[in-house]
């Protein structure tokens, strides 16, 4: 079992998602996450289940989100990545009732047409998306303008930033969480930049 007893303990699971050890890596950090929740990994989703999803959306989902869901499915990542059924084009929530929708920016608008979700990270109404054209990754944060924030290139460091949190709630009692969750922000920050993970987390 994977326990977070120092900083070196946490583990970075892969550059980018296909690295030689990126499924030994992330299979062991969502077994321990499973573990600590009394949870069992989910199974892996078949191709024709993602090709059903990419005709219904009539473009692409990101090469590694797809090369994730295969491995690992929906698992827990700490956040809640959606079921294939729920994902869709962010614009749609709103058409029956636009004047209940955010008030967003030229800037905003730029980017809404093209922003697909596929996590809503906490619950909370924060979502993350993908780009239909680029793959690139956006936060769409209900609380504030601009609405719409590009925080990632691929979708592989959006994953990998969320199996980095996830160790922290693997914390041994003698170091306690609040450790833990100190030394993971600390590497999401050299990993992607305080501005992100402060945009990202809080």
Same mark, same amino acid.
């Given at each position: 079992?994977?326990? !977070?007893?120092?900083?070196? *303990? &946490?583990?970075?699971?892969?550059?980018?998602? %296909?690295?030689?050890?990126?499924? =030994?890596?992330? +299979?062991?950090?969502?077994?321990?996450?499973?573990?600590?929740?009394?949870?069992?990994?989910?199974?892996?989703?078949?191709?024709?289940?993602?090709?059903?999803?990419?005709?219904?959306?009539?473009?692409?989902?990101?090469?590694?989100?797809?090369?994730?869901?295969?491995?690992?499915?929906?698992?827990?990542?700490?956040?809640?990545?959606?079921?294939?059924?729920? !994902?869709?084009?962010?614009? *749609? &929530?709103?058409?029956?009732?636009?004047?209940? %929708?955010?008030?967003?920016?030229? =800037?905003?608008? +730029?980017?809404?047409?093209?922003?697909?979700?596929?996590?809503?990270?906490?619950?909370?109404?924060?979502?993350?998306?993908?780009?239909?054209?680029?793959?690139?990754?956006?936060?769409?944060?209900?609380?504030?303008?601009?609405?719409?924030?590009?925080?990632?290139?691929?979708?592989?460091?959006?994953?990998?930033?969320?199996?980095?949190?996830?160790?922290?709630?693997?914390?041994?009692?003698?170091?306690?969480?609040?450790?833990?969750?100190?030394?993971?922000?600390?590497?999401?920050?050299?990993?992607?930049?305080?501005?992100?993970?402060?945009?990202?987390?809080?």
């Amino acid at each position: 079992m994977l326990t !977070i007893k120092s900083k070196s *303990d &946490i583990i970075i699971p892969f550059e980018k998602m %296909g690295d030689e050890t990126w499924i =030994e890596n992330t +299979k062991l950090i969502l077994l321990a996450f499973a573990g600590n929740w009394q949870n069992k990994l989910p199974e892996p989703i078949p191709a024709e289940a993602i090709r059903i999803v990419e005709k219904r959306l009539d473009t692409t989902l990101p090469v590694n989100l797809k090369l994730f869901y295969q491995h690992f499915g929906i698992a827990n990542i700490s956040e809640q990545l959606q079921e294939l059924d729920d !994902i869709g084009w962010i614009q *749609d &929530i709103w058409k029956d009732q636009p004047e209940y %929708g955010p008030d967003f920016s030229v =800037e905003d608008k +730029k980017h809404l047409p093209f922003l697909i979700s596929f996590s809503d990270y906490l619950g909370n109404g924060n979502m993350f998306c993908f780009h239909s054209k680029t793959k690139e990754i956006y936060y769409f944060d209900h609380d504030e303008q601009p609405y719409l924030t590009k925080l990632f290139d691929d979708v592989s460091d959006y994953i990998k930033g969320c199996l980095i949190s996830c160790q922290e709630d693997l914390f041994d009692q003698e170091i306690g969480q609040k450790k833990a969750e100190e030394w993971c922000e600390e590497i999401l920050k050299d990993l992607f930049s305080e501005a992100v993970i402060q945009k990202w987390k809080y």
